[in-house]
């Protein structure tokens, strides 16, 4: 079954080398992925290579509700580019362009069926959001 596709960006003002170390390592990861004040990340993994598992925990602070997201990578190149597949078969792309003393990062994924396609991009871009006030600081 065909996903339509969502794509989200920002650019951050920081180099690529940072922006991107900033991406991938577990004990930055807990720091920006959530997209509202009252989630957080307490725990993450990440196997940068091709079959590498990345795994990130999302709770609400008050204990309500959690979850882990969840990924295979099918392609890493380096401060470049990111492919990793969801349990579900959906597929997420990121990459990385240097622009100076910027770095623009865009996701482009697979929208799920359960929510609208309006939630979802709202929700990525939150948490996009997040990283670029973590990584600029």
């Not at 807990?30 to 196997?47: G, M, Q």
């Not at 100076?100 to 609208?116: C, H, L, M, R, Y």
Request: hydrophobic share 35%.
């Amino acid at each position: 079954m065909a996903h339509s596709q969502i794509r989200i960006e920002a650019q951050i003002k920081a180099p690529l080398k940072k922006v991107w170390s900033r991406w991938t390592e577990p004990q930055h990861i807990t720091k920006w992925n959530f997209a509202a004040p009252e989630w957080h990340c307490p725990a993450a993994t990440n196997d940068l290579k091709a079959g590498g598992k990345y795994s990130a925990r999302m709770e609400a602070k008050d204990g309500s509700f959690g979850f882990d997201f969840e990924g295979t990578y099918e392609e890493v190149v380096a401060q470049k580019k990111l492919v990793y597949a969801l349990a579900d078969g959906r597929r997420v792309s990121t990459t990385f362009e240097a622009q100076g003393d910027s770095t623009k990062v865009i996701t482009v994924f697979d929208a799920e069926k359960q929510n609208p396609e309006e939630m979802q991009k709202d929700g990525w871009q939150a948490i996009l959001n997040n990283f670029k006030r973590y990584a600029e600081a």
